[in-house]
């Protein structure tokens, strides 16, 4: 069962303290009176959705907005609170008789050195108000602090219900996009995502994501919490944690730590009169409706609700930034701004007046109107993208924040203007091979298609890679081009013209350098210009094809691989051309290749604690351990300032290990033992397959196999009732789970799964077996202990 929010956590206990047993309930659910409320600052007046927070001087107009069959008479009072240990002077408390409809009303004004305000409703009974206004005197830090507490749950409710609402929408609408939309929305709001409920059939969805929405976990801001921020643990400290002023507005947890002395404190109030009942508030407009986790009783002791309003102090400016570096381009169909740590921009009416300021080269600024849309996770501009707007290389959010205004984050957006596009080092491109292009200059994210005219007046799409903010790769197929004029027609992103780039097409002259063949090797490289024309090499009767062709600063690179052993000994080669015609060439036969034949493998590191122990087939490692590995060198050397290389074989990084830093140590002669850390020698992210080979005098050997790298998750227990869960970190790493080795009843775990658990079937044994995106095929088996073993289990049930 997915666990309650902390939030939501710490109110249930005070309901513990404050009714019976078995009127308590998990969820505030419960829908209790509803006040109108407008806060005026100077001349501006905003209704209390849209005030994050009060400032002294404010003047506050609160109504209880009762039906007119109300029944029960509330006593409705509002005080002023100023720290857990200065008791607020009896002029800061304000009643007002909600059942006469002249006196139903309370304008006030915040008083100087007030820090929290609350709202309670007490059951009119005759000296009510006295008999709260003591209350509150005597025991000032637990409601400084219930007024915190209450006010962070009501806007963690806030995000709960956008959510459901959102899910509800869509799934009523369009259930077919809840599979691409409840993440986003989950990542939006702050919502822990059931991802198992994507799985189901798409009728089904929208019920599953949305049930037992208590039950739906409140994820944690990121940072700590503003209690561990100030004592570095959670500790018995309730009224110096009350007097501190609240931070983050919505972005820090409440003090966890301290609910059980709060449900404590808060308990003490009970008296045969009265019991303090907590409720949260949902503000939007100009209406803060209560919800009730217990029903209110109207017997000896009444329930007095206990509701907090905002927070009084400077609005903390909202943290949002932009999702990811990627910009956006301005001119693409549906646009959408990303947003990251903005929940409440979404669950409440804070924000308003929000517009992104847009800064062209030339340094004009134009200001469109933004709206928020949790649907895609940020901000869309309201009217769309004007016809006339120019390029565009800056973009900052601004607005206001309840009564503040506020400027930024900077939100990374593309829109050029024609004429920026152009090719690099120039526009020369080469005719009867493959050319690769790098265009540069305009915005590579606005960049919908690349068109290519040969010089025959022929068309054809191109594929294309961003490869920087200005620049786009591609690669021109011009094996059968005749050299001439072409053009390449850049497409952009809305209503912006193509853009054509004409091209000098040109045949590239021969040139052969040298032939480079190593004494035992059966490839050889051929070094030279337009080697693409070279039909084969013979050399003393044997006979080199073609390979693979690369193109460096100094020109072509041609493996050539021959049919039969080579010469040992210099002599002539001839390098026949696919025209006909051919060319001689002095050949000399270099010095063999080192190559070494792996001996053994391992790895070793500490396992993370509680984790259950993996079993890794043979040929893979973790790629968070120290590797090492033993060889024999089979030909050549290897002297001190000699050295082995690492690398993938995907070609990413290579490393190097040495003898002078100890990674490489001899044990013998011609028996070397090497050591190294896979991520600290070839960056965070290695997984894959392994090579190595050995550097010897600047002669590097053949790539040989080592090891397969994989990530690996850390899997802490399985827990099972009639299916079982298996928990958990890192679970993306897993491509399947299943009971048995075979694999006949395995569960697929959905690509870019964040859960810390995946529902299977019920064990078969004391195994699972896993298997792995880094290694394909290869099962990996999973050792249960004592207690997730089936036996284990069907005792217990």
Same mark, same amino acid.
């Given at each position: 069962? +997915? ?18 047993? /078995?009127?308590?309930?998990?969820g505030?659910d ?8 407008t ?6 007046e905003?209704?209390?959705g ?6 002294p001087?404010?003047r ?5 907005? *009762? ?10 009072i ?8 200065n ?11 909600t059942?006469r @409809?002249?006196k ?20 009119e009974?005759?000296?009510? *108000?006295?008999?709260?206004?003591d209350?509150?005197r ?5 409601f400084?602090?219930a ?5 962070q749950a ?6 709960l ?6 899910? &509800? ?6 259930p077919?996009?809840l ?6 929305l989950?990542?939006?709001l702050?919502i ?19 049930q #037992?929405?208590?039950?739906? +976990?409140?994820? =944690?801001?990121?940072?700590s ?10 500790v ?6 009350a ?5 983050? !507005? ?6 966890? !730590?301290?609910? /059980? ?12 009169q ?16 209560l ?11 009444r ?12 609005a903390?400016?909202p943290?949002w930034?932009?999702?990811g570096?990627?910009?956006v381009?301005?001119g693409?169909? #549906?646009?959408?701004l ?6 409440l ?11 992104v ?9 134009r ?8 649907? @895609?996770g ?6 769309g993208?004007?016809?006339d707007?120019g ?9 206001r924040?309840?009564?503040?205004g ?13 004429? =920026?596009?152009?090719?690099?080092? #120039?526009? &020369? ?21 690349l068109?290519?005219?040969?010089? @025959?007046?022929?068309?054809r799409?191109?594929t294309?890679k961003?490869?920087?903010? #200005? ?12 050299p001439g004029?072409?053009g390449i027609?850049?497409?952009? *992103?809305?209503?912006a013209?193509p853009?054509t ?6 045949l590239?002259?021969?040139r ?8 035992g090797d059966?490839e ?5 210009? /337009? ?6 090499l ?6 080199f094809?073609p &390979? ?29 051309l ?13 010095e063999?290749?080192?190559a ?7 790895a ?7 984790a259950?122990p ?10 968070d351990?120290?590797?090492? *590995? ?33 990674a490489?140590?001899r ?10 850390d ?7 992210g ?12 600047? +002669? ?11 990530r690996?998750?850390v899997?802490?227990?399985v827990?099972?009732t ?14 399947a ?5 075979d694999?006949?009843k395995a569960?697929s775990?959905p690509?870019?799964?964040? !859960? ?9 044994? @004391? ?31």
């Open positions: 069962m +997915v666990r309650v929010s902390s939030l939501l956590v710490l109110l249930a206990a005070l309901v513990l303290a404050a009714v019976p047993a /078995r009127a308590q309930q998990n505030f419960l829908a209790g009176p509803v006040l109108a409320l806060v005026t600052r100077g001349d501006v905003l209704p209390i849209a005030v994050p927070s009060l400032l001087g404010d506050l107009r609160v109504e209880a907005d *009762f039906p007119e069959h109300q029944s029960a008479r509330y006593l409705m509002v005080v002023f609170l100023r720290g857990a240990t008791p607020p002077p009896k002029d800061w408390f304000y009643a007002a008789e059942w @409809k002249k139903n009303r309370l304008d006030l004004k915040v008083p100087d050195g007030a820090e929290q305000a609350v709202v309670l409703l007490a059951p009974t005759g000296g009510g *108000f006295d008999s709260v206004r209350a509150v005597g025991r000032p830090g637990v400084v602090r007024a915190q507490d209450l006010h009501s806007l963690d409710r806030a995000r219900d956008a959510f459901v609402t959102a899910i &509800g929408r869509i799934g009523e609408a369009t077919q996009r599979a691409e939309a409840a993440p986003v989950a990542n939006a702050r822990k995502l059931k991802a198992e409920c994507l799985s189901r059939p798409r009728g089904l969805q929208a019920a599953c994501l949305t #037992d929405r208590d039950n739906l +976990v409140l994820q =944690a801001q990121r940072g919490t503003l209690a561990e921020t100030l004592t570095g643990t959670p018995d400290l309730a009224y110096r944690i007097a501190t002023p609240e931070g983050g !507005g919505g972005y820090f947890s409440p003090y966890i !730590g301290l609910a /059980r002395d709060l449900a404590r404190l808060f308990g003490a109030f009970r008296s045969p009265y019991q303090y009942l907590p409720a949260l508030s949902l503000a939007r407009s100009a209406q803060m409706q919800l009730l986790n217990a029903a209110p009783s109207f017997q000896s002791p329930s007095v609700l206990v509701a907090a309003l905002p927070p009084i102090g400077p903390s400016r943290l930034r932009a999702a570096p990627a910009p381009c301005l693409k169909p #549906d646009l959408a990303p947003l990251d740590d903005a929940p921009l979404y669950a409440t009416d804070y924000a308003r007046d929000l517009a300021q847009l800064t062209g080269p030339d340094g004009k600024a200001s469109l109107p933004v709206l928020a849309d949790v649907e @895609k940020g901000v869309r501009l309201a009217g993208v004007p016809e707007l390029a565009v290389s800056n973009a900052v959010l601004q607005g924040w309840g009564f503040d506020f400027t930024g984050p900077r939100l990374p957006v593309q829109r050029d203007a024609a004429g =920026a596009w152009h090719a690099e080092p #120039d526009a &020369g491109v080469v005719v009867g091979r493959d050319h690769p292009l790098v265009l540069r200059g305009g915005a590579a994210f606005c960049v919908s298609q068109v290519l005219r040969d010089a @025959k007046g022929v068309t799409p191109l294309f961003i490869t920087g903010q #200005d620049e786009i790769s591609t690669t021109l197929p011009l094996g059968d081009a005749r004029k072409m027609t850049i497409a952009r *992103f809305g209503t013209a853009e780039l004409e091209l000098a097409a040109r590239e002259a021969s052969i350098d040298r032939f480079v063949l190593h004494a059966r050889g490289v051929l070094e030279g210009a /337009r080697l693409d024309q070279v039909a084969g013979d050399l003393g009767g044997v006979r094809a &390979g693979a062709l690369s193109r460096g600063e100094k020109g072509d690179r041609l493996v050539l691989a021959a049919d039969a052993e080579p010469l040992t000994g210099p002599g002539e080669a001839t390098i026949r696919q025209d006909g015609r051919t060319v001689r060439l002095a050949v000399k036969i270099a063999p290749r080192p070494a034949a792996l001996l053994s493998r391992a070793s590191g500490a396992a993370a604690p509680g259950l993996l079993t890794l087939p043979d040929g893979l490692l973790p790629a351990a120290t590797i090492a *590995f033993s060889f024999k060198i089979a030909r050549g050397s290897l002297a001190r300032s000699d050295h082995v290389e690492i690398a993938t074989m995907s070609g990413g990084a290579t490393g190097r290990l040495g003898f002078a830093d100890g490489l140590q044990v013998a002669g011609d028996v070397i033992v090497a050591r190294f896979p991520r600290a020698l070839l960056g965070p290695v997984a894959g397959q392994l090579r190595f080979r050995l550097v010897q005098d600047g +002669v590097a050997g053949n790539w040989q196999p080592l090891a397969t790298l994989v690996l998750p899997l802490t227990g827990t099972c009639e299916l079982c869960d298996l928990h958990g970190r890192d679970l993306f790493l897993l491509s789970v299943s009971t048995t080795a694999f006949a569960t775990v690509l870019g799964f964040v !859960g810390d658990s995946l529902r299977l079937p019920r064990l078969a044994g @004391k195994m699972l077996f896993v298997r792995l995106h880094d290694s394909g095929d290869a099962v990996v088996g999973v050792t249960l202990g004592e207690a997730e073993s089936p036996a284990r289990q069907a005792g217990g049930e």
